[in-house]
C-alpha cells in the first residue's frame, strides 16, 4: 500500500449506485489499450495513441498506481479517474506552492451521455474529502469541451482562470468540500 495524503492507496472499492471504482486488474488491459487508442477520447487529450504501440507498450496490469481508480459498469471497465498532484511547473493553481490534486477522467465512447462520469467522480471527489480533508481539488480542461465544462459546473466546480496550454485554450476551476 501507498500513502496517498493521510489515507492508504489503493482503498477499498467505492460503490455508488450503477458504479464500482476500484483499482486495475490483469482483465481492464484491453478496455485501458481502447480507452487511449479512441479517436473520441483522444479529442481533448492531444489525439489517440497508436493501438499497436499500447498493444507493446501496456502492461499487463495497466494504470497500477496511488490515484487511479478504474470505473466499472456491471463487471467490466467503462473508464477511469484520476487523482494526482497538479506539477508547480504547469499553469494554474490556487495555492502558492501549488501540488494541489487534481481530478481527471476518461471513459469510453459507448458509456458517455449515461451521467456515468458526473456519478463517479462525485464518489472520487467523496472520498477524497475524507482522505484528503479540507484541500481543494482541480481541474482542468479545454473550453472548448462543452461536456467537460458542463460536467465540472455540475460537480460545483468554480472557475479560477482561463489560460493557453497545448494550443488550446484551458479552464481551470477548483472545488472544496468545505464549500
Known amino acids: 500500500m501507498t500513502e496517498l495524503g493521510s489515507g492508504?492507496?489503493?482503498p477499498a472499492p467505492i460503490t455508488t449506485e450503477r458504479l464500482v471504482l476500484r483499482e486495475p486488474e490483469a482483465r481492464d488491459r484491453k478496455a485501458f489499450i481502447e480507452l487511449f487508442a479512441s479517436p473520441g477520447v483522444g479529442t481533448?487529450?492531444?489525439g489517440p495513441r497508436p493501438r499497436d504501440e499500447l498493444e507493446r507498450t501496456v502492461p499487463e496490469v495497466p494504470g497500477r498506481r496511488p490515484g487511479l481508480f478504474v470505473v466499472e459498469l456491471g463487471g467490466a471497465m467503462i473508464g477511469m479517474i484520476t487523482l494526482d498532484?497538479?506539477?508547480a511547473?504547469?499553469?494554474?493553481?490556487v495555492r502558492p506552492e501549488a501540488d494541489e490534486t487534481e481530478l481527471g477522467y476518461m471513459l469510453l465512447p459507448k458509456a458517455w451521455g449515461r451521467g456515468y462520469a458526473?456519478?463517479?467522480?462525485a464518489a472520487a471527489l467523496a472520498w477524497c474529502a475524507e482522505a484528503l480533508p479540507d484541500?481543494?481539488?482541480v481541474l482542468c480542461t479545454q473550453s472548448a469541451n462543452d461536456r467537460s465544462m458542463r460536467l465540472a459546473s455540475g460537480l460545483g466546480f468554480t472557475e479560477v482562470e482561463r489560460f493557453e496550454e497545448y494550443d488550446a485554450e484551458q479552464w481551470f476551476g477548483v472545488w472544496s468540500s468545505a464549500g
Request: glycine share 14%; charged share 30%; proline share 14%.
Open 89 to 93: 511547473e504547469r499553469p494554474g493553481h
Open 85 to 87: 498532484r497538479r506539477g
Open 135 to 137: 484541500e481543494p481539488v
Open 8 to 10: 492508504t492507496w489503493p
Open 118 to 121: 458526473a456519478e463517479a467522480c
Open 44 to 46: 481533448y487529450i492531444g
